[in-house]
Each structure stands twice: as C-alpha cells, then as structure tokens.
C-alpha cells in the first residue's frame, strides 16, 4: 500500500515529463501506467529517492519511444501538432507539479529535435533534473548531455516564437478574434491579427484541414470566416480555456463533442500564430468545463 500511495505522489509529476517528451496525451499516460508496473515490481523501500528513480523510469520509456514516434510523425497527413493539454482551474500545487508550462508553439519547436536532444533540454531547462541522473537516462556520459542540452537550447532560442506578451493582453487577443468570427467581421478580424500571421491546423487526414501552413492576415481571416459559415452549427459552443498554459479556445459541438481546440501566439496585442487541433484522435481527453 505504501508503494501505491508513494507512486500517486508523483503521477501528475511524471505525466508532465512524459507529455512533454512525447507530445501526446495518451502515449504520455501509457508510459506513465508502465513505470507504475515496473515500481510495483521493486521493493521501494530499498529505493532511497523514488521521484528520481520514477523519473528515471518515465523518461527512458519516452526515450524509447521517441525514434518511432518521430518517423510515424514523418509520415503524417499534413501538419503533425502535438495534442494540446487543457487546464481547467489548477490548484498552486498542481502547477508546481506540470512544471515549467510548455505552449504549443514551443512543443512545435520540441518536435524539431533529434530524441537525445529533446531529452536532454525537457528534462534539465524545463524540469531541474541534474546532468548525472540524465546521462544515466540516455546512457551517455555527464558531458555529452551537457552537450546535448546546449545544442537543444541553441535551436530552441533560434526557432522559437517571438517573446509573447502578457497573459491579460493574450486573452484580450484571443476574445477579440472569438468575437470577430463570432460576428462574421472581417474587418475586426483583421485588425486583431498580425500581417504575417501563420496559421497551423491538424487534421491528421480525418478532418478537414490545411496541409500546409497559410501565410497572411487576409488569406487566414477570409479562410477562418469561410470555415465558420461552413462548418459552425447552431448551438456550438467556443469556450474560453487555458491551452498548455496560455489564453486559448475549445470549441464543442451542440452536443459537447469536442470539435477542436486553438492555441494563440500573440506579440504586441496581435495573434501572430494559431495552432488549430482538430483532429479527433488527439482531442478524446478534452471536455467541456461543466459550469460554461
């Protein structure tokens, strides 16, 4: 009994590192009931620090898992996002287990990481583990991960978004574009976006969705109109919700299937980025909050 209410301990802990290994929602659950199998084998009372142990455990099961996962992502349909993690009212201790939140521009750039790299750059800038206990995750020595983190860090610092601006500008951003298709307004969805912005979406071959990026404030907001007037049913329901840590939307069927789920990248009060999940397969954890 003492191992099970030790290993619950650290779940939330231990999915966070293994979703953002991963990108997945459900392979990073999967990993994380292995290592559970695994701790039941071990006498844990001979194990004197079972987080680092578990951490250990969590993240050579990733690790292993990351080459295969990296050349089916390869072969995707489309552009491959990473399935977005909605936050609904987190406790102080909650986050302090997610750790460092990761949006989904950010996991974007994670995916363009070769696996000992990602490895290295999750577990040491984004969670604290120290060098020695990641070499002996990735069976490498002390300074070649120390390599591998810098090399990570480097790419991370050079592809990443523009820095964002603060949370309440984000989320005036995000309702002032829910508000413009809302309406139908080109003109006010026009003024919320920025002149480059690009546009993600995942579809994954179910649903319909670009292939590629879309470039431009006037090819996105006429493209994002057209899609409402097509597909928006009476009765759907965007929901305003935290998207891997910042301002984003759900957007739910009358019924309250999921129908996709939209992160914001926003610069100087402008959306700069969206990144658009509707694959159906990626949204199977995703619910409507009951009081929206």
Known sequence: ???????????????????????????????????????????????????AYLTTVVSRLCYDQLGSARARREAYYGEWLPEPLIDDQLT???????????????????????PAERAAFVLHDVFGVDFPQIALTLERTEAAVRQLASRARKQVKDRSPRPAVDRGAHRDAVRAFADAIGKGDIIGLMKVLDPDVVWHSDGGGIVRAGVRPILGADRVSRMVLGLMERYWEPGSVIEFVDVNGEPGMALFTPDDAPLGVVGFGVVDGLITETYVVVNPEKLTHVRRAAAA
Request: charge should be negative; avoid cysteine; proline fraction near 3%.
């Open 1 to 51: 009994m003492a191992e099970v209410e030790e290993f619950e301990r650290h779940r939330r802990y231990l999915g966070a590192v293994a979703y953002r290994l991963l990108g997945s929602v459900a392979d990073a659950e999967d990993a994380v009931q292995e290592a559970w199998l695994r701790w039941s084998e071990v006498d844990g009372s001979a194990v004197q620090n079972p987080r």
């Open 92 to 114: 102080p201790h909650d986050q302090a287990e997610r750790g460092e939140e990761v949006s989904l521009a950010m996991m974007a750039v994670l995916e363009r990481l070769s």
